[in-house]
């Protein structure tokens, strides 16, 4: 008979730039000043998009947004560690992390705009946003899996929420990856709700890092907030991948704005838990980090605002013309390799009635 410890776990925490924009020197990545403020200009690119899309919203020109406001340290870190030749995984809040691997506004819009087109896989390895929760773990793992079996040097990043750790897919993803060697790093962005659920309400356990212990794969937590740390650790986490170890990075950080444009985050949180995230915005922080460092000054600020403002008006315009050159038969043509007969009965009447 014995009653000993047979497993042990530890789940460690990384900041590197905190609220105020002090660094730990000993822990900055090597980036170049360039790079640095590349990772500036995607987060406030991010940010306007985001606040431009609810606009529209409003003026009834997309459809559902769901806005990243306060992730982008989360995603614009994350996806600058991918290289080009990796996958990206999406649910449907990713538009940082779109724009950092080069895919233009218009585009997100126009999948905002209920365009499929945008779904397209062109000139990048990037899957289109996956709405149902967690399903996207499974797409990764897989992505992962195949990159194992091929001794590929790529790997694949998956995004997802709080609320997802709650869905099925996203155990099961981590558990196949672990099994299989898959080169999948799993990245949780805990922004603390789920539409309106907290995050207390949403497991018991201490962390959603510590979710990665029972896949037998490693687990972390990082400022979500902190670029340099969210930058560093998905980085580490990639290469430990590539080689057949996958892990599963919990960003901490907080959805500032609601959850879609049909959302009132007023009805089920308080003003004070915002005001409270808002001292922790991942732009101002990384702000102050690159003025300290003299790599960023307000002259520069503005000629980056105002380069973004000429962009929209751009990106706006080019989505209006795709838009014009969209054929609404192509929605029914992407579902099934076959089309059921149900769907081209549909689609008979849908061309008597243009
Ligand atoms: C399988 C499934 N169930 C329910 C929904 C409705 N739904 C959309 S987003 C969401 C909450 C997701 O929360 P989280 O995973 O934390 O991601 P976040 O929205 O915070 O980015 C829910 C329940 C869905 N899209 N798919």
Redesign the pocket.
Known sequence: MSNQSVASFDITYLQILDEDGNVDESLEPDLSDDELLELYTLMKRARRLDEKAIALQRRGEIGTY?PAIGQEAAQVGSAYALRDEDWMVT???EQPAYLTRGTPMHKLLLYAAGMEESGKIEDSNDLPPS?????QALHAAGIGWAQAIKNDAGASLVY??????S?GDTYEAMNFAGVFDAHTVFLC???Q???S?PRNH?TRAETLAQKAVAAGIDGMQVDGNDILAVYTATKEALEDARNGDPHLIEALTY?MSM??TSDDPKVYRDEAEEAEWKEKDPIDRFETYLKDKDILDDETITEIENDIEDELVEQIQLLKEKEEDVDPETMFEHTYAEMPQELRDQLERFREDR
């Open positions: 769901a649910s449907f809040r709405i149902p929760v967690g399903s997802f929420g709080d609320g997802a750790t869905q962005q805990n922004n709700y789920a539409i659920v949403q959805r959850h879609t």
